[in-house]
């Protein structure tokens, strides 16, 4: 079962709402200073919004009664919060509201705004501690946390980006496995290979309403291209010549039409095509294979394909962010993100929810190297960690998120050419990035 019931459906929705200070700023702390949650008995108690459903909620509740159980001054109650794919519009209306929980999940492309409200905690200090590996994280989890060099939530779900193959149809096609170091051309042609319009099947697929779940795949082929967020005038994005190049395998996989285009958000129906063994390819994480396995696909993963033939992904962190309820409650707070951080806690989060390891430290604990044995495939994405880039936690990201998303969708629709798509893009973009933040 997948984390979250759409797991990078509205992936790190990128919501636009801003959090800053203001009149509500003053009304929070009146508010939270009246109840420090410390009871009668002297045990304190903090409001966790987890957004979870199905076997990563059941994960969490068994996690939650350990922690009490070594931890008996600190309860944590489970009971408020959304489901992580609304979640920042119920934080938003909490901190105006000046009522939000200790911790709270939050998409890593969301952190950047969250972070800007006066009640989001500071954890450099906590990273700090000697019980938290934090030097011992791979990369991109470490820096999707960290919002000019100060660490603004505990990396909580990690993944990466790889490709699934189903082997019967690379058979049937009469073609071989991809291997590590192959191409975009190379994925082109072999999707275009894959397809077999008798029978409805495709060769691959990509998310076409130009949500963040169409953005995120696009990066990786960005980055390749030497491509960056942010230009070095600090003033406009700097993928603009970079992205027709990029725009431009969308525009060949739409051409062959070998492209399976998921119309609704979420990807769900993008995956079910994969998963009734309809589509040869499909680019995603480790969240998707148990559904691969459940359904009795054979499959192989292997590394995304680049252009320059040097390894390249992306990794999509979430978090769990701590706000502010009084000196008591944060430190509390503080005490169970660093508890859950530590590799005992986080080898059982991911192997029973389907996220990568934090930390090289739970990489190398043997209940995670019998875990990966048993999972064909999932060594393929923990390796990917090692070269994996994350979107930059930047306040205008959702915006830019959304013009590179029209860009995508109207190239996948035939609508426009790569050239035109970007121009557009630029001057959406551009215009975001300008704005005062």
């Not at 995120?216 to 491509?227: E, K, Q």
């Not at 285009?261 to 998707?288: L, N």
């Not at 054979?298 to 999509?316: E, H, M, R």
Request: glycine fraction near 10%; hydrophobic fraction near 40%; include cysteine.
């Amino acid at each position: 079962m997948k984390l979250l019931p759409s797991r990078r459906g509205v992936l790190r929705g990128g919501g636009a709402l801003a959090l800053g200070a203001g009149p509500g700023s003053a009304l929070t702390s009146c508010s939270t200073a009246a109840d420090d949650g410390v009871g009668p008995d002297g045990r304190v108690t903090i409001e966790l919004w987890h957004g979870q459903t199905d076997t990563a909620r059941a994960a969490m509740k068994r996690l939650v009664d350990d922690f009490q159980r070594t931890h008996p001054r600190i309860r944590v109650d489970m009971g408020g919060g959304v489901l992580a794919d609304a979640m920042l519009q119920k934080i938003t209306a909490a901190l105006a509201a000046g009522s939000y929980p200790d911790i709270a999940y939050v998409f890593g492309s969301d952190l950047a705004n969250v972070a800007r409200s006066p009640q989001t905690v500071d954890l450099t200090g906590t990273v700090g501690s000697p019980r938290v590996p934090w030097k011992n994280y791979w990369p991109s989890a470490r820096e999707a946390v960290t919002i000019n060099d100060r660490v603004r939530a505990s990396p909580a779900v990690l993944d990466t980006l790889a490709v699934v193959c189903n082997k019967k149809l690379f058979k049937k096609a009469k073609i071989p496995l991809p291997e590590a170091g192959w191409t975009w051309h190379d994925f082109i042609e072999t999707a275009k290979k894959l397809t077999d319009k008798a029978d409805g099947g495709f060769g691959t697929g990509w998310p076409g309403v130009g949500d963040e779940d169409t953005v995120w795949r696009i990066w990786p082929l960005l980055w390749d291209l030497g491509g960056d967020f942010m230009g070095d005038d600090g003033r406009s994005i700097g993928f603009a010549d970079q992205g027709a190049r990029a725009l431009g395998v969308v525009r060949d996989l739409a051409r062959d039409k070998s492209v399976y285009i998921d119309p609704k958000p979420g990807s769900e129906q993008m995956y079910q095509v994969f998963v009734s063994g309809r589509m040869g390819m499909v680019v995603t994480g480790p969240w998707q294979l148990p559904d691969v396995r459940q359904a009795k696909i054979d499959y192989q993963v292997v590394p995304l394909p680049s252009f320059s033939g040097k390894p390249v992904t992306i990794s999509g962190p979430d978090t769990w962010t701590v706000f502010d309820n009084g000196p008591a409650r944060a430190e509390a707070a503080r005490t169970f993100v660093d508890w859950l951080a530590q590799p005992a806690q986080d080898v059982r989060w991911g192997t029973d929810t389907g996220s990568l390891p934090l930390s090289r430290a739970t990489e190398a604990m043997p209940a995670w190297r019998e875990h990966s044995k048993g999972v064909e495939g999932l060594a393929v994405f923990t390796k990917a960690l090692e070269t994996a880039r994350v979107r930059p936690a930047h306040p205008a990201y959702p915006q830019v998120s959304q013009a590179l998303g029209q860009a995508i969708t109207s190239v996948l629709l035939g609508r426009s050419t790569p050239a035109a798509a970007m121009r557009s893009c630029a001057e959406e973009a551009n215009a975001a990035l300008l704005i005062p933040r």
